[in-house]
Every structure is written in structure tokens, then in C-alpha cells.
């Protein structure tokens, strides 16, 4: 059974950069698209980036206007999401995810790590 654990949460000020990683165990994760998701308090949990098992297709959503990045690297099993010009609504819980196919809905995706908070202050 593959395991995700996120880190490189924390707090920010607005406009700063952050990098998330996340990291999976257990298994190789070459085969599968891998997901980046956030979740507020009382709010949808939203796909903010997602990457196809090469790396070759990638998944933005409309409100992150070009500010994140993903990225994955197979032979470490890892995935990443770069973080810039960080905004206070970008403050919630960030998770990682592994889906069969490159996706945006949650329920595509199988396995979910623990998340990391990002905090971003005004």
C-alpha cells in the first residue's frame, strides 16, 4: 500500500513563496497521476495542480492564474508544488493525492497523505 507524506507547510507573508513536497512509500508512484489539494475551514476540498505519470500533461485550475507549479520526480517518488506570490486565500490544509489518470475531481483520486497547513498572513 503506497503512503503519502506532505511537508514544506508553514506560515508566510503575502507575496512570499513556499514549496510543498510531497513524498510516497510503500510503492512506486511512476505509474500514476499525482495531485495537489486544498481544503479551508468549511470550504471544498479543490485540486490546485495535478501531473500525469511522466510529467508530460499537467492540471491547473483557473483561480491559481499561473502562480503554482508542479512537478514530480519518479526516481525519488516524489511530487512537488511551487508556491508564488503566495495571497491570504491561499491559507488552508494542503494534501497530496494518486489517481489512476490525470484528474481534478477528489474522487478520482485513491490515496490522500495526512496534509500540511499553509498559512498566509496579510
Known amino acids: 500500500q503506497v503512503h503519502l507524506v506532505e511537508s514544506g507547510g508553514g506560515s508566510v507573508q503575502a507575496g512570499d513563496s513556499l514549496r510543498l513536497s510531497c513524498t510516497a512509500s510503500?510503492?512506486?508512484?511512476?505509474?500514476?497521476?499525482l495531485g495537489w489539494f486544498r481544503q479551508a475551514p468549511g470550504n471544498e476540498r479543490l485540486c490546485v495542480g495535478s501531473?500525469?505519470?511522466?510529467?508530460?500533461?499537467?492540471y491547473y485550475p483557473e483561480f491559481i492564474q499561473g502562480r503554482f507549479t508542479i512537478s514530480r520526480n519518479n526516481a525519488n517518488n516524489t511530487v512537488s508544488l511551487q508556491m508564488n506570490r503566495l495571497k491570504p486565500e491561499d491559507t488552508a490544509i494542503y494534501y497530496c493525492?494518486?489517481?489512476?489518470?490525470?484528474?481534478?475531481?477528489?474522487?478520482?483520486?485513491?490515496?490522500w497523505g495526512q496534509g500540511t497547513q499553509v498559512t498566509v498572513s496579510s
Open positions: 510503500g510503492g512506486s508512484v511512476s505509474r500514476y497521476a
Open positions: 493525492a494518486l489517481a489512476n489518470g490525470l484528474a481534478s475531481a477528489p474522487s478520482r483520486y485513491s490515496i
Open positions: 501531473i500525469s505519470p511522466t510529467g508530460s500533461s499537467t
